[in-house]
């Protein structure tokens, strides 16, 4: 009984020291990312199922961007009227060319599309969100700093 409840013991100071290592990697200020003329060309995609409500601000928050940008709306088995709240908003439509059933589907089949233009980067976001007015100059920095994927935040 005494050789299980070392193990056990090791075992947890094992996990104890792996996470105590974890929290000091978190100290670690990151290093600052420079700011550059904008060079990538992003398409913000958003797949958007029954958002007519709010899928009009989130379109002019990323027109209000300052940064050139194109932008596309892909419809996701709408029941209420999101493509044409988008395109009042400023907003492209993606057509689905076959049915799709859920986010995946549409962003695949976004993807498939956009892929043969000449894009540098994607951008997805929800229906549901209103982005900085410098979000994509932050991310074109970010990829000129050598990042080949970034999250922004809010």
Do not use: W
């Not at 974890?22 to 992003?42: E, G, S, Y």
């Not at 000449?118 to 979000?135: I, K, S």
């Amino acid at each position: 009984m005494q050789q299980v409840i070392s193990g056990a013991m090791l075992a947890l100071k094992l996990v104890s020291a792996y996470f105590l290592i974890v929290a000091l990697f978190a100290l670690k200020k990151p290093k600052p990312i420079p700011r550059a003329n904008p060079k990538t060309r992003f398409a913000c995609v958003i797949a958007a199922r029954n958002e007519e409500r709010v899928i009009g601000e989130l379109v002019q928050s990323l027109l209000q961007q300052n940064y050139p940008k194109t932008l596309y709306v892909m419809p996701n088995n709408c029941t209420d009227h999101t493509a044409l709240a988008a395109i009042r908003a400023g907003a492209a439509i993606l057509k689905p060319r076959s049915e799709v059933h859920c986010k995946g589907d549409a962003l695949h089949e976004a993807f498939e599309t956009l892929l043969r233009k000449d894009y540098d980067a994607f951008c997805v976001f929800d229906a549901d969100n209103v982005v900085d007015a410098d979000f994509l100059s932050r991310m074109n920095d970010a990829f000129l700093a050598g990042a080949r994927v970034t999250k922004g935040a809010m």
